[in-house]
């Protein structure tokens, strides 16, 4: 029998591990700029944000193909790992936190109570049930702002409604603002409360819709309520409602650079939308002035949107 020469042997059995390691590189470099792609304003930067937190389940199969094929360069599969946590990482969760039902501190509430779902006094009375201080709901019509009007009525004498956002506290208003936001139309307020430990500013926003091919408006709003918040000089800022944008969205960027979000507690990211298989969170709470903040998604009502809670404290 006529055997192979030895080299070729050897050139013939290293072929595939090539073929192997130049996959795992290739799919390290792919992800990568995928995440990168995230940082990027507009549509683009829009739809790798709503994947992003999924992605991670395509970044262990590329950790554990790197090991397994040549465990000197796995290294390789660090790459986009470090660059997918930096870019969530104020969106993942923190295990050890508790989880936004703190006794102490200011305690407040916001959903999306969904227009014509009918329960908009259900949500009220769960999250008022709760122990929140002050409650942000958006996307309310007629008969949805009125059922929480007279269900808060007695334990929140203070509110402010404009449009299709309103807030409700138990804590007395010493001012208040309707915004517009560029739109045109008001869905957006804020109103001052004068709450434990000092007045704090607060906004309530219902973004536009996050359409395809008509995007700007929602970035424009955002944006400009960026800039309101930037100008804003109180000494404790609350921002919440409904931003129709997923917190790693290039079009947060104005506000996370006044404002922080409030982190959830758990080893699972918080989602908010859809409430009956929730995907993305769209629904926030922002804050400066408070040295500690855990927030919490829970069901009220029958909306499509789950609420958030947020404690506030220090």
Known sequence: MIQAPREQVRTTAAAPRR??????????????AIVLLGAVPGPLGTAVA???????????????GALLVRPRTAWVAAVP?????????????VPWQADGAAAHGLLVATQNVEAGS?????????????????LAFTELDGDSGSAIAD????????????????????????DEEALDLGLGWKRALRVEVDAPGGPVSVYVVHAASLRPGAQSAR????????????????????????????????ALASIAGSLSEVRFGGIAPAFTWPASFPAVRIDHVFQRGYATAAGRT?????????AVVAALSG
């Open 19 to 32: 073929r192997a390691i130049l996959a795992v590189l290739l799919a390290a470099l792919a992800l990568t």
């Open 50 to 64: 709503v994947i992003l937190p999924w992605l991670g389940f395509a970044l262990v199969p590329l950790a554990i």
């Open 81 to 93: 790992i470090v660059a997918w946590t930096v870019a969530l990482w104020g969106f993942l969760p």
């Open 118 to 134: 009918g329960t908009g006094a259900a949500s009220a009375r769960t999250l008022a049930a709760g122990g929140a201080e002050i």
């Open 151 to 174: 269900e808060l009525a007695d334990a929140y004498p203070h509110s402010y409604r404009v449009g299709t956002v309103g807030v409700w506290s138990r804590h007395p208003i010493l």
């Open 219 to 250: 970035d424009g709003m955002l944006s400009a309520l960026g800039q309101r918040i930037g100008e804003d000089r109180s000494a404790r800022v609350i921002a919440l409602g409904d931003f129709n944008a997923v917190s790693t969205d290039p």
């Open 298 to 306: 829970t069901s009220a009502g029958g909306s499509d949107h789950l």
